[in-house]
């Protein structure tokens, strides 16, 4: 059974910096894309980033690039996703997922596995 565990959310000003971290378990994930959604109050999940595991190619929401880049540490079994140059409209609960497979996809119905999120509030 897939475990994932975020970790490294919390409140940050404006323009400051995260790191988000995703720890994998229960499986071997050198055949899996892994990615990080977010969702806000009163709003629908929505695709930040994703990456395949073995490769590292990675696949970015239009919104985040060049302010979010999504890793992974294979020996460690983490994902990571850095936020940098944050802004108000980045707060939210990030989750991360994993689907089995190659194909980076930024569809949350194609992720099968999901944790339990961790809170990122970005003050003005």
């Known amino acids: 059974q897939v475990q994932l565990v975020e970790s490294g959310g919390g409140l940050v000003q404006a323009g400051g910096s995260l790191r988000l971290s995703c720890a994998a378990s229960?499986?071997?994930?050198?055949?899996?894309?892994m990615g990080w959604f977010r969702q806000a109050p009163g709003k629908e999940r929505e695709f930040v980033a994703s990456?395949?595991?073995?490769?590292?190619?990675?696949y970015y929401a239009d919104s985040m690039k060049g302010r979010f880049t999504i890793s992974r540490d294979n020996a460690k079994n983490t994902v990571y996703l850095q936020m940098n140059s944050l802004k108000p409209e980045d707060t939210a609960v990030y989750y991360c997922?994993?689907?089995?497979?190659?194909?980076?996809?930024?569809?949350?119905?194609?992720?099968?596995?999901w944790g339990q999120g961790t809170q990122v509030t970005v003050s003005s």
């Open positions: 990456i395949t595991w073995t490769i590292g190619r990675t």
């Open positions: 997922a994993a689907r089995s497979g190659y194909v980076n996809t930024d569809r949350v119905g194609s992720y099968d596995d």
């Open positions: 229960g499986r071997t994930f050198s055949s899996y894309t």
